[in-house]
């Protein structure tokens, strides 16, 4: 600790990311980022872009937030300040960041009046919202700097208060919660493959835009969402794969529900345990609503993490245990910076290093209507992971077709 420094509690994702970094040491590493790629068009100074970037550093403690471990345990550490510096780019889409210094921004000039800027989060302080908000609050304090005009209002809560706000939250409800998961998991038999062999990392589509927009309508039909939908589906896939065992899934939920959390910079996120219930062999109605029901009862009793939760349960995780996200689509369509506008040209989450682990899809809707994901493993299978894959189509066709 520093002169000036202010200590705040870990929230429950970052404790278990630091837990899962014992194990998987990247994920506390330089490349465990959030990254985005925005072009920019017309006039821009790099001058007033470092001013907007330090004004953003003083307005946001998470900004300034390194995650420390000692014998007392994991807390925030923020300090007073940190300098704010724009780095020259080198036109690849991610960059390491010093998880004590978590905000990189680099800039390229690629022609007069084209530039491209280029932002990393370190993920132990940020989510795929963060990186949205970052960038549309920087533009904002760029352009009233650059226009003279009046400064946008700061934030409306600090993510410190935020983890704080989760630790009261997991004092509360808990023999419920206890409860909910003992019936969700114990005493019920889950099935995993245990194919391995050599670790695997690829991007595909999922769906088509007009397969997508089925899934869509499949889960309106199904009271559900498309989140909802796609874990149905995605289950059903894994029929013959299972036979008539439930499926145990980790995800992570968004906690932005409330007014105060909505645009807090930070990873509002809650990691989980889906206990699929066991899937048809073609999706229907009643599983879709049983998925649905099963993923609002695991997040409303997601009030600590997954250690705790096999914990009070005795549950031993399986070999290729399979990680499922969907990330929705919060891309901003254009930002302004002073005169220059700008567009989201790509994004990515951490970089793959070759250590995958598990099975892990991470699907979101492209710009262009279809459902792509990135998926990397060192489980089940690449062979076994594109099949099932492959079947989501299968399985949203066959929910469309009459009863």
Not at 133 to 155: C, H, K, Q, R, W
Not at 327 to 351: H, I, L, Q
């Given at each position: 600790m520093m002169a000036g420094e202010l200590v705040r509690p870990v929230s429950i994702f970052q404790r278990w990311m630091l837990e899962a970094a014992r194990e998987i040491s990247w994920l506390s590493g330089p490349w465990f980022t959030m990254n985005a790629?925005?072009?920019?068009?017309g006039p821009f100074d790099r001058r007033v872009l470092e001013t907007a970037l330090a004004e953003l550093l003083r307005r946001h403690e998470v900004l300034r937030t390194r995650v420390v471990e000692d014998d007392g345990g994991a807390v925030q550490v923020v300090s007073g300040k940190i300098k704010a510096v724009v780095q020259d780019g080198?036109?690849?889409l991610h960059a390491p960041v010093d998880a004590g210094s978590p905000v990189v921004v680099r800039l390229v000039r690629v022609g007069a009046g084209e530039h491209l800027l280029y932002l990393h989060l370190h993920h132990m302080i940020a989510d795929p919202e963060t990186v949205w908000s970052v960038l549309n609050e920087l533009g904002a304090l760029y352009?009233?700097?650059?226009?003279?005009g009046v400064l946008p209002d700061g934030p409306a809560a600090q993510y410190g208060e935020y983890a704080e706000f989760e630790e009261e939250q997991s004092r509360s409800g808990v023999e419920a919660?206890?409860?909910?998961?003992?019936?969700?998991?114990?005493?019920?038999e889950f099935g995993a493959v245990r194919l391995g062999g050599a670790p695997y990392a690829y991007r595909d589509v999922l769906l088509s835009p007009g397969e997508l927009s089925a899934a869509h309508r499949v889960a309106r039909g199904h009271r559900g969402t498309i989140s909802t939908t796609l874990f149905a589906a995605l289950g059903c896939a894994?029929?013959?794969?299972?036979?008539?065992?439930?499926?145990m899934f980790t995800t992570v939920f968004r906690k932005r529900d409330r007014p105060e959390w909505r645009n807090v910079f930070g990873p509002c996120i809650l990691p989980a345990l889906v206990p699929l219930p066991a899937p048809p062999s073609v999706l229907d109605v009643e599983y879709g609503q049983r998925v649905r029901d099963t993923l609002l009862g695991c997040q409303r009793h997601c009030r600590f993490d997954m250690g705790e939760v096999r914990g009070m349960t005795e549950f031993e995780p399986m070999n290729g245990m399979p990680f499922f996200e969907y990330v929705p689509d919060r891309w901003p369509s254009t930002v302004r910076f002073g005169e220059a506008m700008a567009c989201v040209v790509n994004a990515a989450g951490p970089k793959d290093l070759g250590d995958a682990s598990g099975f892990v899809i991470r699907a979101r809707e492209n710009n262009d209507g279809a459902l792509?994901?990135?998926?990397?493993?060192?489980?089940w299978g690449e062979e076994t992971a594109r099949k099932i894959l492959g079947g989501l189509a299968t399985q949203i066709d066959q929910a469309m077709q009459p009863a």
């Amino acid at each position: 600790m520093m002169a000036g420094e202010l200590v705040r509690p870990v929230s429950i994702f970052q404790r278990w990311m630091l837990e899962a970094a014992r194990e998987i040491s990247w994920l506390s590493g330089p490349w465990f980022t959030m990254n985005a790629v925005v072009s920019v068009t017309g006039p821009f100074d790099r001058r007033v872009l470092e001013t907007a970037l330090a004004e953003l550093l003083r307005r946001h403690e998470v900004l300034r937030t390194r995650v420390v471990e000692d014998d007392g345990g994991a807390v925030q550490v923020v300090s007073g300040k940190i300098k704010a510096v724009v780095q020259d780019g080198d036109g690849s889409l991610h960059a390491p960041v010093d998880a004590g210094s978590p905000v990189v921004v680099r800039l390229v000039r690629v022609g007069a009046g084209e530039h491209l800027l280029y932002l990393h989060l370190h993920h132990m302080i940020a989510d795929p919202e963060t990186v949205w908000s970052v960038l549309n609050e920087l533009g904002a304090l760029y352009t009233a700097y650059v226009s003279g005009g009046v400064l946008p209002d700061g934030p409306a809560a600090q993510y410190g208060e935020y983890a704080e706000f989760e630790e009261e939250q997991s004092r509360s409800g808990v023999e419920a919660a206890r409860r909910w998961w003992t019936e969700a998991i114990v005493g019920h038999e889950f099935g995993a493959v245990r194919l391995g062999g050599a670790p695997y990392a690829y991007r595909d589509v999922l769906l088509s835009p007009g397969e997508l927009s089925a899934a869509h309508r499949v889960a309106r039909g199904h009271r559900g969402t498309i989140s909802t939908t796609l874990f149905a589906a995605l289950g059903c896939a894994m029929r013959s794969y299972v036979g008539d065992s439930r499926i145990m899934f980790t995800t992570v939920f968004r906690k932005r529900d409330r007014p105060e959390w909505r645009n807090v910079f930070g990873p509002c996120i809650l990691p989980a345990l889906v206990p699929l219930p066991a899937p048809p062999s073609v999706l229907d109605v009643e599983y879709g609503q049983r998925v649905r029901d099963t993923l609002l009862g695991c997040q409303r009793h997601c009030r600590f993490d997954m250690g705790e939760v096999r914990g009070m349960t005795e549950f031993e995780p399986m070999n290729g245990m399979p990680f499922f996200e969907y990330v929705p689509d919060r891309w901003p369509s254009t930002v302004r910076f002073g005169e220059a506008m700008a567009c989201v040209v790509n994004a990515a989450g951490p970089k793959d290093l070759g250590d995958a682990s598990g099975f892990v899809i991470r699907a979101r809707e492209n710009n262009d209507g279809a459902l792509s994901a990135h998926v990397s493993g060192d489980a089940w299978g690449e062979e076994t992971a594109r099949k099932i894959l492959g079947g989501l189509a299968t399985q949203i066709d066959q929910a469309m077709q009459p009863a």
